[in-house]
């Protein structure tokens, strides 16, 4: 980033002064936020203790049955909706959930325990179900074992709707806020409410985490990996993040703000110089142009995308939609908003994915169960092609929003043809359909897939005969190919998009794309990264699709060098043997191309 060049405090790994506490985690989201923090609840709740008075226990015990009313009716919702689109089967896992609530012998224990112990009844049931879990959990039969996770669910359920916390629980609040987490999913991220949050600063996650990507794509700083942060954070402390160099600093001290002023003021600088040359074409300096594109999960993203002056949409991601609304959404929703998107981008195509549920993107809604490798598991393309129902809802509603735009069509996370050929044939019924009911749509959609396991880049040239397109989504394959985990920030360096298997990898499609005359672009977030733009132009890809806050300086960056510099970069990474040395490289290149504009 260009804002890598500002002067950067050296601090060490923990550094404290006068009070200021900094931590080093991982740089997720651009960008520099200060302000209160705000806790956010995910799945642990903080059980608030207290003591009540005697003659206030009848009203405690309402609340507690206030609460389990409350659980029940959510319950049941969730039931329905799964049993609607997925049949009553997969709803009955939440049966075993209803059953612990209407349980009277948990319901005495709890009201006993206020009576005895005179404590609060969150502190009680806390307590109780604990105390039940503990018991379920060390059974051998591995039913009731399971029966103890259930009721660890539904105990922290019932918790956050006494403490008045929701699992998204932005809205309420008054002041933007900085939110922290311990960790943080995509529907947390999605159901944010996004003009509350300063930033984000987690303890895990990876750069390439889905609540990281989401993040990105609204603007919002993010910081992640930064270990122990909760633990080191009191109530009503400050929170500065530097979503540049990754760092966070507690309650940071006025020179260190004033520091970070000026550093805003260079940002505003270089701001203004984007935006001004933001309507300028994307091309190299010697004048050749490449096609840049936006990455978008709503309609507010499309239009942002489009306002940065890209030539479409290169990737929307659907799962967001569901994973706003918690529940799987009918094709009359799907449409309105698919048809929303492709308006949104007046006129200028748009890829619209289908499902790519799964891995970090779980819907409670979905009635999946828990896995041990989530993101080698049941997700994408599998959980479609094994859920018709869901698939072909999906795939109308996006043939019918085709009737309003140029809609392409793409499918995750493939891994044989054999998913591909399947794929296609539920598109070709879900046409039938629509044609028997006299829809409009685009009969010849032009049809793609992600190239993201290191089985479709083998592949891809027999990939290239079933389908019009790909889309080398890198934040999966660098996952796959290098096998580490993408959220998992223990062994974050290990996440190395610059890795020679990771080049080799890309340049095996390309030039495959090339013979078999199939487009190719980039929609991982290393599209997004400058540092990376010499080297994917050189090795031949001619299309990138990335944040829309990212195109900007893609453009401007892109007119800071010729091809014949990409190329004679691309010859010094091509005898490089170690990422690091790859990464220092592509930094030196940027470095030097960048320099002399920011004096
Ligand atoms: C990718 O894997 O690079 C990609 C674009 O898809 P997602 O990040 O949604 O998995
Ligand atoms: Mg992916």
């Given at each position: 980033?260009?804002?890598?060049?500002?002067?950067?405090?050296?601090?060490?790994?923990?550094?404290?002064?006068?009070?200021?506490?900094?931590?080093?985690?991982?740089a997720?989201?651009?960008?520099?936020?200060h302000?209160?923090?705000?806790?956010?609840?995910?799945?642990?709740v903080?059980?608030?203790?207290?003591?009540?008075?005697k003659?206030?226990?009848?009203?405690e015990?309402?609340?507690?049955?206030?609460?389990?009313?409350q659980?029940?009716?959510?319950?049941?919702?969730?039931?329905?909706?799964?049993?609607?689109?997925?049949?009553?089967?997969?709803?009955?896992?939440f049966?075993?959930?209803?059953l612990?609530?209407?349980?009277?012998?948990?319901?005495?224990?709890?009201?006993?325990?206020?009576h005895?112990?005179?404590?609060?009844?969150?502190?009680?049931?806390?307590?109780?179900?604990?105390r039940?879990?503990d018991?379920?959990?060390q059974?051998?039969?591995?039913?009731l074992?399971?029966?103890?996770?259930?009721?660890?669910?539904?105990?922290?359920?019932?918790?956050?709707?006494l403490?008045?916390?929701?699992?998204?629980?932005?809205?309420?609040?008054?002041?933007?806020?900085?939110?922290?987490?311990?960790?943080?999913?995509p529907?947390?991220?999605?159901?944010?409410?996004?003009?509350?949050?300063?930033?984000?600063?987690?303890?895990?996650g990876?750069?390439?985490?889905?609540?990281?990507?989401?993040?990105?794509?609204?603007?919002?700083?993010?910081?992640v990996?930064?270990?122990?942060?909760?633990s080191?954070?009191?109530?009503?402390?400050?929170l500065?993040?530097?979503?540049?160099?990754?760092?966070?600093?507690?309650?940071?001290?006025e020179?260190?703000?004033?520091?970070?002023?000026?550093?805003?003021?260079r940002?505003?600088k270089i701001?203004?110089?984007?935006?001004?040359?933001?309507?300028?074409?994307?091309?190299?300096k010697?004048?050749?142009?490449f096609?840049?594109?936006?990455?978008?999960?709503?309609?507010?993203?499309?239009?942002?995308?489009?306002e940065?002056?890209?030539q479409?949409?290169?990737?929307?991601?659907?799962?967001?939609?569901?994973?706003?609304?918690?529940?799987?959404?009918?094709?009359?929703?799907q449409?309105?908003?698919?048809?929303?998107?492709?308006?949104?981008?007046?006129?200028?195509?748009?890829?619209?994915?289908?499902?790519?549920?799964g891995?970090?993107k779980?819907?409670?809604?979905?009635?999946?169960?828990?896995?041990?490798?989530?993101?080698?598991?049941?997700?994408a393309?599998?959980?479609?092609?094994?859920?018709?129902?869901?698939?072909?809802?999906?795939?109308?509603?996006?043939?019918?929003a085709?009737?309003?735009?140029?809609v392409?069509?793409?499918?995750?996370?493939?891994?044989g043809?054999?998913?591909?050929i399947?794929?296609?044939?539920?598109?070709f019924?879900?046409?039938?359909?629509l044609?028997?009911?006299?829809?409009?749509?685009?009969?010849?959609?032009?049809?793609?897939?992600?190239?993201?396991?290191?089985?479709?880049?083998?592949?891809?040239?027999?990939?290239?005969?079933e389908?019009?397109?790909?889309s080398?989504?890198?934040?999966?394959?660098?996952?796959?190919l290098?096998?580490v985990?993408?959220?998992?920030?223990q062994?974050?360096?290990?996440?190395?998009?610059?890795?020679?298997a990771?080049?080799?990898?890309?340049?095996?499609v390309?030039?495959?794309?090339?013979?078999?005359?199939?487009?190719?672009?980039?929609?991982?977030?290393?599209?997004?990264?400058?540092?990376?733009l010499?080297?994917?132009?050189?090795?031949?890809?001619?299309?990138?699709?990335?944040?829309?806050?990212?195109?900007?300086?893609?453009?401007?960056?892109?007119?800071?060098?010729?091809?014949?510099?990409?190329?004679?970069?691309?010859?010094?990474?091509?005898?490089?043997r170690?990422?690091?040395e790859?990464?220092?490289?592509?930094?030196d290149?940027?470095?030097e191309?960048?320099?002399?504009?920011?004096?």
């Amino acid at each position: 980033m260009i804002d890598r060049f500002w002067d950067v405090m050296s601090h060490q790994s923990e550094s404290s002064k006068s009070g200021e506490v900094v931590l080093y985690g991982i740089a997720a989201s651009p960008g520099v936020s200060h302000g209160q923090v705000f806790r956010f609840l995910h799945d642990e709740v903080e059980v608030p203790r207290y003591e009540v008075a005697k003659d206030e226990q009848e009203s405690e015990i309402a609340r507690f049955k206030d609460a389990l009313k409350q659980t029940h009716d959510q319950i049941t919702e969730v039931r329905e909706s799964v049993a609607r689109n997925l049949g009553d089967k997969e709803a009955s896992i939440f049966d075993a959930h209803l059953l612990v609530l209407e349980d009277q012998a948990l319901i005495d224990d709890v009201v006993g325990e206020i009576h005895k112990t005179g404590d609060n009844v969150e502190q009680c049931l806390h307590r109780v179900s604990q105390r039940y879990y503990d018991y379920f959990n060390q059974l051998k039969d591995e039913y009731l074992r399971e029966r103890a996770s259930d009721l660890q669910d539904i105990s922290r359920r019932l918790l956050r709707n006494l403490v008045g916390a929701t699992a998204a629980g932005t809205a309420f609040l008054a002041e933007p806020r900085i939110l922290v987490s311990e960790d943080l999913t995509p529907s947390d991220t999605a159901s944010l409410d996004r003009s509350k949050v300063l930033g984000i600063a987690t303890e895990s996650g990876g750069k390439t985490s889905h609540a990281v990507i989401m993040a990105r794509a609204s603007g919002v700083p993010a910081v992640v990996g930064l270990r122990e942060l909760t633990s080191k954070l009191s109530d009503g402390d400050t929170l500065l993040i530097d979503g540049f160099e990754g760092i966070a600093i507690i309650n940071p001290v006025e020179t260190t703000l004033f520091r970070y002023g000026k550093v805003g003021l260079r940002r505003k600088k270089i701001k203004d110089l984007l935006e001004e040359q933001a309507h300028l074409p994307a091309e190299t300096k010697d004048g050749q142009g490449f096609n840049l594109f936006a990455n978008a999960d709503s309609v507010e993203e499309v239009a942002s995308g489009i306002e940065s002056g890209c030539q479409g949409v290169g990737l929307f991601r659907t799962e967001s939609l569901f994973l706003r609304k918690n529940e799987i959404p009918s094709e009359d929703i799907q449409f309105a908003e698919y048809k929303k998107v492709v308006q949104a981008a007046s006129s200028l195509p748009v890829t619209i994915r289908t499902l790519d549920l799964g891995g970090d993107k779980i819907l409670d809604a979905s009635g999946r169960e828990k896995e041990e490798n989530p993101f080698m598991g049941f997700r994408a393309i599998r959980y479609c092609l094994r859920n018709p129902a869901i698939f072909l809802e999906q795939l109308r509603a996006i043939l019918r929003a085709s009737a309003h735009g140029q809609v392409k069509i793409m499918f995750p996370m493939i891994s044989g043809v054999g998913e591909i050929i399947r794929a296609k044939e539920f598109l070709f019924t879900a046409k039938r359909q629509l044609s028997e009911k006299g829809e409009k749509f685009d009969e010849n959609i032009p049809v793609g897939c992600m190239i993201e396991t290191p089985a479709a880049v083998s592949i891809c040239d027999l990939l290239a005969d079933e389908v019009d397109f790909f889309s080398v989504g890198t934040n999966d394959l660098v996952q796959y190919l290098l096998a580490v985990d993408r959220i998992n920030n223990q062994i974050a360096y290990l996440y190395e998009p610059h890795h020679p298997a990771v080049i080799r990898a890309l340049e095996q499609v390309f030039e495959v794309s090339k013979t078999k005359g199939v487009e190719v672009t980039v929609c991982g977030e290393i599209a997004g990264d400058p540092h990376f733009l010499p080297l994917l132009l050189s090795l031949g890809v001619d299309s990138l699709s990335a944040a829309a806050p990212l195109l900007a300086e893609l453009k401007f960056f892109g007119r800071q060098f010729s091809y014949d510099d990409a190329f004679r970069l691309l010859e010094k990474v091509r005898t490089c043997r170690r990422p690091s040395e790859i990464n220092r490289i592509l930094k030196d290149f940027y470095d030097e191309k960048i320099s002399d504009l920011l004096g």
